[in-house]
């Protein structure tokens, strides 16, 4: 069975946005092991310096890389990354479970992005639109679409 994560900066802050990650939790668990794991959000001051930002990137981009598993398929969600439809990411992640990987792990960095570290050791860069969502949305989102992903892989109903 594909074992699944998310690795993501910070807490959800919100109890309805906990609520709907545990939901997507407990219904991905027919498809895969599924987990999310959290790193700690850097604290930056008010209007900070871009050398600050490079540094408050760069020790969570640490933080993630001490969380990821050997051999997983690092997947990076960042705004340079390509769109996929929800089609294409059941595809990806059966391609992936095909071609032998047991570990596809998501990154979803703090509010100022993704360290270039973190990005170089994705195998895949993942848009999830050109649009701005709320961090905490972005990781409900993610969840929504992976289970998605099991359903269309499944034949399920949920995908219309």
Not at 7 to 22: D, R
Request: charged share 20%; glycine share 6%; proline share 3%.
């Amino acid at each position: 069975m594909l074992n699944v994560q998310i690795i993501c900066v910070g807490k959800l802050k919100e109890k309805f946005w906990t609520e709907a990650c545990q939901e997507y939790a407990k219904r991905l668990q027919a498809f895969c092991r599924f987990a999310i794991t959290e790193v700690e959000e850097e604290k930056v001051q008010d209007n900070p310096s871009s050398a600050q930002i490079g540094s408050v990137i760069a020790r969570e981009g640490e933080r993630i890389m001490s969380k990821l598993p050997k051999n997983a398929v690092v997947i990076a969600m960042c705004i340079e990354g390509k769109p996929k439809s929800s089609e294409q990411l059941a595809r990806t992640l059966s391609d992936f479970a095909v071609s032998g990987s047991s570990h596809v792990v998501f990154v979803i960095g703090g509010s100022w992005g993704l360290s270039d570290e973190v990005k170089q050791a994705a195998s895949v860069r993942l848009s999830m639109s050109p649009m701005t969502f709320p961090h905490q949305l972005a990781r409900v989102m993610l969840c929504e679409q992976i289970y998605r992903a099991f359903q269309i892989n499944a034949n399920g109903k949920y995908h219309k």
